[in-house]
């Protein structure tokens, strides 16, 4: 059973690393989820691949209201002199 996901895990790191500019979020979600699967049932591989997700998603998130909030601060501050 541990041989199919140490597979799956180096894949997914295999994956994971060839693009290096979308890791933003992986590494903290990675850790803080395989700790939780580890805690939860000892799933730590399938916690860490979750995390990273989620991290990914959060980040992505973040950096969008960030692009929107700059957006607005240069309409708003466009009008005045």
Known sequence: M??????IAAALLMLGA????????????????????HYAGHHGVLGAAAGCLYGRHQAKEQQEQERQRQQQSQVNGQGKL
Do not use: E, Y
Request: with cysteine.
């Open 2 to 7: 541990k041989s199919p996901l140490l597979a």
């Open 18 to 37: 060839t693009s290096a500019a979308n890791a933003k979020g992986c590494i903290k979600g990675a850790v803080v989820g395989g700790v939780a699967g």
